[in-house]
């Protein structure tokens, strides 16, 4: 009898699977015991440190005289070992909930990582409503996605506005050189995110011309530069002569195609945030894929660009896109896409929808309509693995994608809402009258 070996290959996957998540969870159970343990370190060391009640230079040896102790017994630098305790104190102090759910398996030590760093700009005082938050919220995301999340979580519990961290934040903008090895350094630009993520749009944009170019003109040998190596080449040849020498497209003095591309970003801004430039506390904008955008860039990107917005109407409870238009003709379903979807619709990817490829949900080749209900963003690496892996997809009303992994697993992929425009909450019970029962509860 013929027995096909790839009819056996989900069940052996499917158990090394459960073995991964096995382990897993030992693994953050084990961890987390060891972040308390830290922490209670940490805590032995400031308790001599109050006993002492002296200047802070012996106080900071108590905790390093800790540190110290637990770092040679682990053959570890007391630098290293007081950062791992200084980071566990504010793990077990400020984000409970986060640990617990560590320890639970619940969450990832990325998920963790993820929160405490979004996190760490807040206010202490505002930390215990943020943990419990983060933690409902990270349910069933991917530690990419939940970044997005909880950076206009955050933005929320922050005692002032993005506008006044930002012009804040503009004023320590600066480029800087760290020396590395074997002739190397790093330049380094602090920057608003908005020009920074513009940037590296554009240096991939005019990378992947040079890689066209040189596929197309066949000669092996003649270019072998990666597409980080051409990033790097471009930037320095942009900056050191203004026109990238890199071109291939260049045929005669005049300039050739790099030096027309520019950069590309996705931005979301809330209509009286951009009609409404006098209104207090605007919502922030959003930039697909990164986060949070401060009503002031937003507003001033909206007015230099030549380019149309697309008008997205949502429902004003849920969220979800109803319409979309503009004043210009452009293709109706790519507008509702963009507007719907945002960025790659595979479980946990981040990449935003400018930067993706619309594909047919079931293939065009195979019956599938050119439809909204038939189409959805993916990008270049998992339209390849929805065509060339044995993961499935079907879409479901309202733009779900309901992905089957090999061994028959499945994952909901749902278009992230808008921010509800209105926000309805119940009225307050009206008072008893005079000799009336109060209302059980």
Same mark, same amino acid.
């Given at each position: 009898?013929?027995?096909?070996?790839?009819? %056996?290959?989900?069940?052996?996957?499917?158990?090394? +699977?459960?073995?991964? +998540?096995?382990?897993?969870?030992?693994?953050?159970?084990?961890?987390?015991?060891?972040?308390?343990?830290?922490?209670?370190?940490?805590? =032995?060391?400031?308790?001599?440190?109050?006993?002492?009640?002296?200047?802070?230079? &012996?106080?900071?040896?108590? =905790?390093?005289?800790?540190?110290?102790?637990?770092?040679?017994?682990?053959?570890?630098?007391?630098?290293?070992?007081?950062?791992?305790?200084?980071?566990?104190?504010t793990l077990v102090d400020d984000y409970p909930q986060t640990l617990a759910a560590w320890?639970?398996? #619940?969450?990832?030590?990325?998920?963790?990582?993820?929160?405490?760093?979004?996190?760490?700009?807040?206010?202490?005082?505002?930390?215990?409503?943020?943990?419990?938050?983060?933690?409902?919220?990270?349910?069933?995301?991917?530690?990419?996605?939940?970044?997005?999340? @909880?950076?206009?979580?955050?933005?929320? @519990?922050?005692?002032?506005?993005?506008?006044?961290?930002?012009?804040?934040?503009?004023?320590?903008?600066?480029?800087?050189?760290?020396?590395?090895?074997?002739?190397?350094?790093?330049?380094?630009?602090?920057?608003?995110?908005?020009?920074?993520?513009?940037?590296?749009?554009?240096?991939?944009?005019?990378?992947? %011309?040079?890689?066209? %170019?040189?596929?197309?003109?066949?000669?092996?040998?003649?270019?072998?530069r990666t597409m980080a190596q051409l990033r790097a080449d471009i930037l320095a040849d942009?900056?050191?002569?203004?026109?990238?020498?890199?071109?291939?497209?260049?045929?005669?003095?005049?300039?050739?195609?790099?030096?027309?591309?520019?950069?590309?970003?996705?931005?979301?801004?809330?209509?009286?945030?951009?009609?409404?430039?006098?209104?207090?506390?605007?919502?922030?904008?959003?930039?697909?894929?990164?986060?949070?955008?401060? &009503?002031?860039?937003?507003?001033?990107?909206?007015?230099?660009?030549?380019?149309?917005?697309?008008?997205?109407?949502?429902?004003?409870?849920?969220?979800?896109? +109803?319409?979309?238009?503009?004043?210009?003709?452009?293709?109706?379903?790519?507008?509702?896409?963009?507007?719907?979807?945002?960025?790659?619709?595979?479980?946990?990817?981040? #990449?935003?929808?400018?930067?993706?490829?619309?594909?047919?949900?079931?293939?065009?080749?195979?019956?599938?309509?050119?439809?909204?209900?038939? @189409? %959805?963003?993916?990008?270049?690496?998992?339209?390849?693995?929805?065509?060339?892996?044995?993961?499935?997809?079907?879409?479901?009303?309202?733009?779900?994608?309901?992905?089957?992994?090999?061994?028959?697993?499945?994952?909901?992929?749902?278009?992230?809402a808008y921010s509800p425009a209105v926000r309805f909450v119940p009225d307050d019970p009206?008072?008893?009258?005079?000799?009336?029962?109060?209302?059980?509860?």
């Amino acid at each position: 009898m013929y027995s096909d070996p790839s009819s %056996a290959a989900p069940a052996g996957l499917s158990a090394v +699977l459960a073995e991964v +998540l096995r382990t897993g969870t030992e693994l953050a159970a084990a961890e987390a015991a060891r972040i308390r343990a830290l922490a209670a370190a940490g805590h =032995l060391a400031l308790d001599v440190m109050t006993d002492r009640r002296e200047h802070a230079r &012996a106080s900071e040896m108590a =905790l390093r005289e800790v540190a110290s102790e637990l770092a040679a017994a682990e053959c570890l630098s007391d630098r290293t070992m007081q950062s791992q305790i200084s980071h566990a104190m504010t793990l077990v102090d400020d984000y409970p909930q986060t640990l617990a759910a560590w320890e639970a398996g #619940v969450i990832t030590r990325a998920h963790v990582h993820a929160i405490i760093d979004v996190g760490s700009p807040l206010p202490v005082e505002a930390r215990e409503e943020f943990d419990l938050l983060a933690v409902a919220t990270a349910d069933g995301l991917s530690p990419g996605r939940l970044r997005s999340r @909880l950076a206009a979580l955050a933005e929320r @519990l922050q005692p002032t506005t993005l506008s006044e961290r930002h012009r804040r934040g503009r004023e320590a903008r600066c480029v800087r050189i760290v020396s590395g090895q074997d002739g190397m350094s790093d330049l380094v630009a602090t920057m608003p995110t908005v020009l920074a993520v513009g940037i590296y749009d554009r240096l991939t944009r005019q990378a992947r %011309a040079v890689i066209d %170019a040189r596929d197309e003109a066949s000669e092996p040998g003649s270019d072998e530069r990666t597409m980080a190596q051409l990033r790097a080449d471009i930037l320095a040849d942009v900056l050191l002569t203004a026109a990238p020498d890199a071109d291939p497209t260049r045929t005669d003095d005049g300039p050739g195609i790099l030096g027309g591309i520019r950069a590309r970003v996705q931005v979301v801004v809330p209509a009286l945030t951009l009609l409404a430039p006098e209104r207090e506390n605007s919502d922030p904008a959003e930039l697909v894929g990164h986060g949070p955008l401060d &009503a002031d860039t937003a507003r001033a990107l909206a007015e230099a660009t030549s380019l149309p917005w697309d008008r997205v109407i949502t429902h004003p409870v849920s969220g979800a896109v +109803l319409h979309t238009d503009t004043y210009h003709r452009t293709t109706a379903i790519d507008r509702f896409l963009r507007a719907r979807d945002r960025r790659c619709r595979w479980p946990g990817c981040t #990449v935003p929808a400018v930067r993706a490829e619309v594909d047919h949900t079931h293939d065009y080749a195979l019956g599938g309509p050119t439809d909204v209900t038939n @189409l %959805a963003h993916l990008c270049q690496r998992h339209h390849s693995q929805k065509q060339f892996t044995r993961w499935r997809v079907r879409q479901l009303p309202g733009g779900v994608l309901e992905w089957t992994s090999p061994t028959g697993r499945t994952y909901t992929d749902e278009p992230l809402a808008y921010s509800p425009a209105v926000r309805f909450v119940p009225d307050d019970p009206a008072p008893p009258e005079p000799g009336e029962e109060p209302a059980p509860f």
